[in-house]
């Protein structure tokens, strides 16, 4: 099988001749590693290339470089540690009445695109030419939301759900809708929509004001990219257990999720042949503190616990700058 053939058997349970593979490194352990870790990523590559493009954070090296910077939507960021994400110190929208005057940066979209449009369209071409698997872009309509308006300020507005708090969320929604008409004529396999929605223990909001704030969001947006044949990759961090049988009836192909801080037998009985799972090994536990063994043993139980006739399963893992190479190298080998 080519890469791309093996993880359209996994999406449908379809009996891949062996896991795909999906390996994601932080900047700084690239960093950290250099060319021992391009010699691994070149002995055992991918089977699924994610490719950001205009808009996305992870298209400019700023949003992983240390120190402060304004992004274009206006609001203020922080950055510790070069090769790791920032945080929002100053958000553009400090006052939700103020929501009717705010304007996402349209033409600056516009512009990006106009600017590295052939970047991206080469990108897409060596992907096709090494036969993977192509996950474009970065949808991210609850993140967008906490970096204009600030985290603490949004979860405040989700539950005084004031009148503006929806012109403030279809306003975000309508440029993702807008993101999508570029990326929907790129010759990709799917569209990725990265969020977190979990804390360590819970979801960060009930799920009834998911179910009723947001997902007719996510079900807008992933109409859209279904009507155009395009798979639909969702992640989450966090615990999000609550939020699988809404992902399922959204019509998510494929989740990524922190599987290691929930029921991980639960998680099987109840959805495994009803979507595939994207990965991931425990990183809190296992990744940095364990060796190549209890990876091996991991991964193992999850294909015990998640699979439909060796599909429904990509072998996806997190690589942060705590992890050895002899870890990541068992990360590589172990599905």
């Given at each position: 099988m080519t890469s791309r053939e093996r993880v359209v058997a996994a999406l449908h349970f379809g009996n891949p001749d062996h896991i795909p593979l999906n390996l994601w490194f932080h900047q700084a352990t690239r960093q950290r590693y250099g060319e021992q870790l391009a010699g691994l990523i070149r002995k055992y590559p991918n089977d699924i290339d994610l490719i950001a493009g205009p808009g996305d954070r992870n298209f400019y090296s700023r949003s992983t470089t240390a120190g402060r910077y304004t992004d274009?939507?206006?609001?203020?960021?922080?950055?510790?540690?070069?090769?790791?994400?920032?945080?929002?110190?100053?958000?553009v929208l400090k006052d939700l009445t103020d929501v009717?005057?705010?304007?996402?940066?349209?033409?600056?979209?516009?512009?990006?695109?106009r600017r590295n449009d052939a970047v991206v369209e080469e990108k897409i071409r060596i992907s096709r030419n090494n036969r993977r698997f192509v996950v474009g872009g970065k949808v991210e309509p609850f993140q967008r939301m906490q970096f204009v308006r600030g985290t603490e300020n949004l979860f405040m507005d989700i539950g005084m759900k004031e009148q503006e708090l929806f012109v403030f969320r279809d306003k975000i929604s309508e440029y993702f809708d807008f993101y999508l008409d570029y990326w929907l004529e790129k010759d990709v396999d799917g569209i990725f929509f990265t969020e977190d929605w979990g804390s360590q223990i819970s979801l960060l909001i009930s799920p009834r004001d998911f179910v009723s704030i947001f997902k007719p969001v996510y079900k807008d947006l992933i109409e859209k990219i279904k009507a155009r044949g395009k798979y639909v990759f969702f992640h989450s961090d966090g615990y999000v257990y609550d939020l699988y049988k809404e992902w399922i009836d959204l019509g998510v192909?494929?989740?990524?999720?922190?599987?290691?801080?929930?029921?991980?037998?639960?998680?099987?009985?109840?959805?495994?042949?009803?979507?595939?799972?994207?990965?991931?090994?425990?990183?809190?536990n296992v990744l940095a503190f364990q060796g190549p063994s209890e990876i091996r043993k991991c991964a193992a139980r999850m294909k015990d616990l998640l699979t439909v006739n060796g599909g429904g399963l990509i072998g996806q893992s997190v690589a942060g700058v705590d992890v050895s190479l002899e870890n990541i190298e068992a990360l590589c080998t172990c599905w």
């Open positions: 274009t939507w206006g609001s203020s960021w922080l950055v510790l540690a070069d090769g790791m994400v920032g945080e929002v110190k100053e958000p009717k005057k705010f304007s996402p940066p349209y033409e600056w979209l516009k512009s990006e695109w192909d494929a989740v990524n999720s922190q599987l290691w801080i929930m029921d991980l037998e639960e998680i099987g009985r109840n959805f495994k042949g009803k979507i595939c799972f994207w990965g991931e090994i425990d990183r809190q």
